[in-house]
């Protein structure tokens, strides 16, 4: 079935590690987003990639990294993980630009 | 940069009533504005949308409204029913990102 897979689907990480949050496509989506989602602040743009090769910031960007070197995958990076970056993180694809946003089903983590 | 506010943030009707969520958007070079319905425990996923150059668009029970001169759009469920219950975010994009609302709570009694 074609769509967008999120690994892992929960983790519990101790502050100061760095973690990999997994993205893949397999719908040969041009562009690629991660959002956190937290309660009462909807779901605010980490980073995005409109096409392999390229990425760019979004509102909350700090303490976040990501690569695009493909146009199947989408990893978002934390390098040194801190509690306030506890939350649900969606990635999201689109053919092209913002329109019809396909959601991958997320990844909750808790730093403690 | 965009800046969307969403209201109300919870919204409770009668099975059979209607439900209007509305949002407001600050960049008036954004032109595409979606709704997204998420239940709980589950992925957003795309319900309506409607781009700049339309006042209005109807699919089945919903409809979403667009005023640009105001930069505002709603929502609008009609004879909703128990499982309209969810999250509901409206989004706003002139580029190639969406910025979203907080989010609605709507809560459909039997």
């Known amino acids: 079935t074609a769509g967008i897979t999120q690994a892992p689907t929960s983790q519990i990480l101790a502050a100061g590690r760095s973690m990999t949050l997994r993205c893949t496509q397999d719908?040969?989506?041009?562009?690629m987003y991660w959002y956190r989602q937290d309660l009462g602040l909807g779901l605010r743009l980490i980073h995005y990639?409109?096409?392999?090769?390229?990425?760019g910031k979004g509102e909350v960007p700090d303490g976040y990294s990501v690569s695009r070197a493909n146009t199947d995958d989408f990893p978002l990076t934390l390098a040194s993980a801190v509690p306030s970056q506890t939350s649900v993180y969606f990635c999201?694809?689109?053919?092209?630009?913002?329109?019809?946003?396909?959601f991958g089903s997320g990844t909750r983590l808790t730093v403690v | 940069g965009e800046n969307v506010e969403q209201h109300p943030s919870t919204l409770s009707v009668q099975e059979g009533d209607s439900a209007v969520i509305k949002c407001t958007y600050s960049?008036?070079?954004?032109?595409?504005f979606p709704w997204y319905k998420q239940e709980l425990g589950k992925r957003p996923q795309l319900i309506i949308d409607?781009?700049?150059?339309?006042g209005e668009k109807k699919d089945q029970r919903i409809a979403v409204t667009l005023n640009k001169t105001a930069k505002h759009f709603s929502l609008h469920i009609t004879e909703t029913q128990p499982e309209d219950s969810a999250v509901y975010f409206c989004?706003?994009?002139?580029?190639?990102?969406?910025?979203f609302g907080k989010g609605t709570m709507l809560l459909v009694s039997p």
């Open positions: 999201a694809s689109s053919e092209t630009g913002p329109y019809g946003y396909t």
């Open positions: 719908m040969r989506h041009n562009a």
């Open positions: 990639s409109n096409t392999a090769g390229t990425t």
């Open positions: 960049d008036s070079a954004s032109n595409y």
């Open positions: 409607i781009r700049s150059n339309v």
């Open positions: 989004a706003a994009s002139g580029y190639s990102t969406l910025t």
